[in-house]
């Protein structure tokens, strides 16, 4: 296969895994092989009044020099409706032409149903989609959310221009709902950043935990977005768990949060989950910061994501 073949055969598998995670059974795979699938998208999903079927199929040039194959299915839609429908889709590809799109296509496609609903009952509102997991919980894996005490942090350097404050605060870390399969479990934990030194107090912090620093993998990943250069500082750590960092930092891209850090801990339990251990991975991420209301509505995912590209990886990582 052919380094830009295996480049584009990455960033899709990472995609896909992102787009499992955030949507779930909307989400269905057609054919693996072939990188067929198809989501279920509707205005409301409690209460839908108008669905519709994106199948895509994805070539071995996405997301580098070609767009998806796509497919629009609904029985209602037709003539002027689906052309302007694919405008705007093919206007998003435009507009992103090397970037992973898909989110981008399925929230627009939500968009225009939800308009849809409104213009047909004014001022009905819609709830937003929420992902809930049935897991099984190990009451000691469980932890308690405690806001921290602000703590003297160890004498890093730091060149981010921050106040003294901001640089020597530990942020307040969430724990998310352990997820468990055939005995591995995964755990997912939350904070707000704003600078590399707390990225490095909140791994501290973390490992002070035995529990948490028993663990098998202690994947990170974040995001911080840099008001005077309009770019995002971002960096992931694998832990060992070969790419998991990096398809945790795709998910938090394509769900366009910032300023935060998420830690996913799993606890191997002697059986091997294959690719499922990746979808473990990303649902916990995906749920914690839907949780604490990281996660953009999709007009604002979809201009930010057109807008801010730009990104800079960090300095070495802190390591473990």
């Known amino acids: 296969m052919a380094e830009g073949d295996a480049g584009s055969d990455q960033r899709q598998n990472e995609e896909i895994v992102a787009m499992a995670a955030i949507y779930g059974e909307e989400w ?29 199929m994805l070539p071995n040039e996405y997301p580098g020099t070609a767009p998806p194959i796509y497919q629009l299915n609904a029985p209602w839609l037709k003539g002027q409706e689906r052309a302007d429908l694919s405008n705007s889709l093919e206007e998003i590809y435009i ?3 090397g970037e992973s799109i898909l989110y981008l296509w399925v929230e627009k496609i939500r968009d225009v149903l939800i308009q849809k609903s409104q ?36 004498d890093f350097d730091i060149s981010e221009t921050r106040t003294e404050v901001e640089v020597e605060e530990l942020p307040p870390i969430d724990h998310g709902i352990p997820i468990t399969d055939r005995r591995s479990t995964f755990q997912a934990h939350l904070a707000p950043v704003v600078c590399p030194k707390q990225v490095k107090m909140v791994l501290s912090k973390l490992y002070e935990n035995k529990k948490i620093a028993s663990a098998t993998h202690n994947i990170y990943a974040y995001r ?17 768990e070969t790419a998991a960092g990096g398809r945790l930092l795709h998910l938090m891209e394509i769900l366009n949060v910032k300023n935060v850090m998420v830690v996913v801990s799993r606890w191997y339990g002697g059986i091997l989950l294959g690719p499922d251990r990746f979808k473990h991975i990303n649902n916990c991420a995906r749920n914690i910061l839907v949780e604490k209301n990281y996660t953009n509505s999709p007009e604002e995912s979809s201009k930010a994501l057109g807008k801010n590209k730009k990104v800079r990886k960090d300095k070495k990582r802190n390591e473990h």
């Open 95 to 97: 507009q992103n032409i």
């Open 224 to 240: 911080i977005y840099c008001e005077d250069k309009q770019t995002f500082l971002q960096d992931c750590e694998d832990d060992g």
């Open 28 to 56: 269905c795979v057609i054919d693996d092989c072939a990188k067929i699938f198809c989501i279920r998208i509707s205005d409301d999903i409690d209460d839908p009044k108008w669905t519709l079927c994106l199948q895509v």
């Open 119 to 154: 213009m047909t009952e004014p001022g009905s509102d819609v709830k937003k989609k929420t992902e809930e997991e049935d897991v099984e919980c190990e009451d000691d894996l469980i932890l308690a959310c405690q806001p921290e005490s602000s703590v003297k942090a160890l």
